[in-house]
């Protein structure tokens, strides 16, 4: 599936999660919508580029209303989106981005 035509799926399952500038109002319940929420938290990062851990927690703060970056930042990271350091204090968006057969599409 097409880049693009993906990303307007997920925001169309998000709809009732989203406000009017595309952020999260609420992380949904659901598996399958949880990891589009998280594909959408995921593309806002720039490949090859490394985060320390406040830039990590601003840019997911600047996505989702909620302000529970710690429990996104996780997530993010359980389902190989991202990757840190083992310390915590860098983070980096995964080359390989987890397939959409594994996220649930």
Same mark, same amino acid.
């Given at each position: 599936?097409?880049h693009?035509?993906? %990303?307007?799926? $997920? +925001?169309?399952? +998000?709809?009732?999660?989203?406000? *009017? %500038?595309?952020?999260? &109002?609420? !992380?949904?319940?659901k *598996?399958? +919508?949880?990891?589009?929420a998280?594909?959408l938290i995921?593309?806002? #990062?720039?490949?090859?580029r490394e985060?320390?851990?406040?830039?990590?927690?601003?840019m &997911?703060?600047s $996505?989702?209303c909620?302000q /529970?970056a710690?429990? &996104? *930042? *996780?997530?993010? !990271? /359980? +389902?190989?989106?991202i990757n840190?350091?083992?310390?915590?204090? &860098? !983070?980096?968006?995964?080359?390989?981005?987890p397939?959409?057969?594994?996220?649930? #599409?």
């Amino acid at each position: 599936m097409e880049h693009k035509q993906l %990303e307007e799926n $997920v +925001l169309s399952l +998000l709809k009732n999660f989203l406000n *009017r %500038e595309n952020q999260l &109002i609420e !992380y949904p319940a659901k *598996r399958k +919508l949880k990891n589009a929420a998280l594909f959408l938290i995921a593309k806002e #990062f720039e490949s090859g580029r490394e985060y320390k851990e406040k830039e990590m927690n601003d840019m &997911i703060n600047s $996505v989702c209303c909620f302000q /529970d970056a710690a429990l &996104i *930042r *996780r997530e993010l !990271y /359980d +389902l190989r989106f991202i990757n840190r350091k083992e310390n915590g204090s &860098i !983070y980096w968006l995964e080359e390989k981005q987890p397939s959409m057969k594994e996220l649930g #599409f």
